[in-house]
């Protein structure tokens, strides 16, 4: 069975950073697309990187592209998520996921759906 779990959340004031980890068990994250979707209270879901099953390809939304990166080490089952100069509108509950389907131009992630997920970590920035 598959299982994902994220870690590495917490509260930062703006202009900080953070690393996220996720934690593959019951496959290999050279299998599917791989990344991260989050979400803010009140709010839809955004997914907002995701890295292909070889690692050769990183996709990322408009609102984190620049500020952040994705990265995943097969051999840890582990991927990350490094988050620099975040803002407060970066607020939101992260969550790790495989991705079943997304939607890309170029490098610019606009659309995707999810399949395994973890339970999520909160990313809270404000001073």
């Known amino acids: 069975q598959e299982h994902l779990v994220e870690s590495g959340g917490g509260l930062v004031q703006p202009g900080g950073s953070l690393r996220l980890s996720c934690t593959a068990s019951?496959?290999?994250?050279?299998?599917?697309?791989v990344g991260w979707f989050r979400q803010a209270p009140g709010k839809d879901r955004e997914p907002i990187s995701c890295i292909s099953n070889h690692g050769d390809e990183t996709f990322y939304a408009d609102s984190v592209k620049g500020r952040f990166t994705i990265s995943k080490d097969i051999n840890r089952r582990t991927m990350y998520l490094q988050m620099d100069d975040l803002k407060p509108e970066d607020t939101a509950t992260y969550y790790c996921?495989?991705?079943?389907?997304?939607?890309?131009?170029?490098?610019?992630?606009?659309?995707?759906?999810?399949?395994?997920r973890g339970q999520g970590t909160q990313v809270t920035v404000s001073s």
């Open positions: 019951g496959f290999s994250l050279d299998r599917h697309t």
């Open positions: 996921a495989t991705f079943l389907y997304y939607e890309a131009t170029y490098s610019r992630l606009e659309d995707a759906d999810f399949g395994t």
